[in-house]
Nanobody, 123 residues
């Protein structure tokens, strides 16, 4: 069983930046694909960014060029650097782990989920 704990959320004005972190338990973190998803009130959970075990990265079109996903296997941690934030980025952000090492856009592919961290962007 893998436990994921997100941190780094908060409130920021439009144009600002935040860095989310997701710390994972276990000794096989380097083999996992990791993803960030978000869910705004009344909306479905959506893919934000993913990084495979080999560090290939993928982004939703809405965040491409503004968000960067990275991982530090020595710290069992995946990060989401969010720049040029917009009010539309307001949501609960979740990290997820895929035992197959991929980082697809589909939420059902992921095996483990964190509890989420709230990001609020004001205009």
């Amino acid at each position: 069983q893998v436990q994921l704990v997100e941190s780094g959320g908060g409130s920021v004005q439009a144009g600002g930046s935040l860095r989310l972190s997701c710390a994972a338990s276990g000794r096989t973190f380097s083999r996992y694909g990791m993803g960030w998803f978000r869910q705004a009130p009344g909306k479905e959970r959506e893919f934000v960014a993913g990084i495979t075990w080999s560090r290939a990265t993928y982004y939703a079109d809405s965040v491409k060029g503004r968000f960067t996903i990275s991982r530090d296997n020595a710290k069992n941690t995946v990060y989401l650097q969010m720049n040029s934030l917009k009010p539309d980025d307001t949501a609960a952000y979740y990290c997820a782990a895929d035992r197959e090492g991929m980082a697809t856009r589909g939420a059902p592919q992921y095996d483990y989920w964190g509890q989420g961290t709230q990001v609020t962007v004001s205009s």
